[in-house]
């Protein structure tokens, strides 16, 4: 009997050890895929390759956002096009809107691989209109903010077609496209040459953008402005009023393409003059990574999608998604953006 009662005892581990190999070997297999998602983020970092972010991306998009046009063509170049994402299935009313424009030190970049932004967006409840301008050479100041501004009037002219709210439009940028949103939220005369009325945007976000830019510095912003004969007229700075729309200018800490004080400096001028503006800075992030975390599955660091979210939800007063979180604890403004 004893012999059989161990005997019965060795067929019971069986199923077990089997258990234990599985789980083992499926161990693994998910520490392999995570090391050549690692492999393909640092490829991806160190080559600025935002055509790849947005393939990743595509990889854990779950069908909760759709294209619901593009590309649309605003101009003659390349470049100066824009494409409609919003929020998959029915939505009950108008959704607020988000214009999205792009970085790559108005040399290069294209709308079409910033798809990522328009399905994260989208799901997160915004109908989301990502654009390009004219790039260098040939999209020299005042180029960029033209066109810029032709993607808003565009924007307010005919998003109600797609779902979107006209009278809900928040813009938003990384590097480059920061500094044209900022811009064309300061200096009245963008929105005023499309003949739209100074309130017709709501918020602006700029992420790692460059705002104190004269003296011309680096080789993107002398090709981009200095041909301008009045220099001064490109800095964010010289635009600063108490009445412009509510910003969130946010950098990440160790940022090493545009110095974090832009953010800051520029907030605090806003501030002083009256206006509406918070200055963020994300400890341990880089210039790309601040954009990348916008993505699926960089998005794990949540600091910047929910300070973002939390931002234009209170702007909209919008009812947070069902997956949305707190904003979570990013560091406060410090000194520090391109």
């Known amino acids: 009997m004893a012999t059989g009662a161990a005997q019965g005892g060795k067929t019971s581990e069986k199923p077990r050890s089997k258990g234990r ?3 083992i070997w499926t161990l693994v297999v998910l520490a392999v895929i995570a090391a ?27 069908g909760d956002a759709a294209l619901a046009a593009g590309p649309v063509r605003l101009g003659e170049a390349d470049r100066q096009r824009l494409y409609v994402w919003k929020p998959s299935g029915e939505t009950d009313g108008l959704r607020p809107v988000v214009v999205w424009i792009h970085g790559g030190g108005w040399n290069a970049g294209d709308p079409a691989d910033y798809a990522f932004i328009g399905r994260n967006l989208a799901a997160q409840g915004y109908v989301t209109v990502v654009a390009g301008y004219r790039l260098v050479p040939g999209g020299e100041y005042p180029a960029m903010l033209e066109d810029t501004a032709a ?34 939220g300061l200096d009245r005369r963008w929105l005023g040459d499309e003949r739209l009325p100074d309130n017709a945007v709501d918020a602006v976000v700029g992420l790692a953008g460059p705002y104190d830019i004269f003296p011309f510095t680096s080789d993107s912003t002398r090709a981009a402005f200095g041909g301008w004969s009045r220099p001064e007229e490109v800095d964010s700075f010289t635009y600063v009023r108490g009445d412009a729309a ?17 953010s800051s400096e520029l907030a605090a001028a ?3 003059a009256g206006g509406t503006a918070q200055a963020i800075s994300f400890d341990g992030m880089g210039h790309a990574g601040i954009l990348m975390a916008l993505g699926r599955p960089f998005d794990r660091d949540d600091r910047v999608k929910t300070s973002v979210y939390s931002f234009l939800d209170g702007i909209f007063a919008q009812p947070a998604m069902p997956d949305a979180r707190p904003a979570s ?9 391109e």
């Open 21 to 23: 190999r599985a789980m």
């Open 36 to 62: 050549i998602f690692f492999g393909i983020w640092r490829w991806a970092v160190a080559n600025q390759s935002v055509s790849t972010l947005d393939r990743i991306d595509g990889f854990f998009t779950s």
């Open 151 to 184: 993607a808003v009037a565009w924007t307010y002219r005919n998003i109600a077609q797609h779902g979107g709210d006209p009278e809900k439009i928040a813009l938003m940028g990384h590097s480059a496209g920061a500094y044209n949103v900022v811009q064309v």
């Open 246 to 262: 509510p910003m969130l200018l946010a950098t990440g800490g160790d940022d090493e393409t545009v110095d974090p004080r832009h």
């Open 270 to 272: 806003i501030t002083k």
């Open 329 to 337: 604890d990013a560091a406060g403004a410090r000194d520090g953006t």
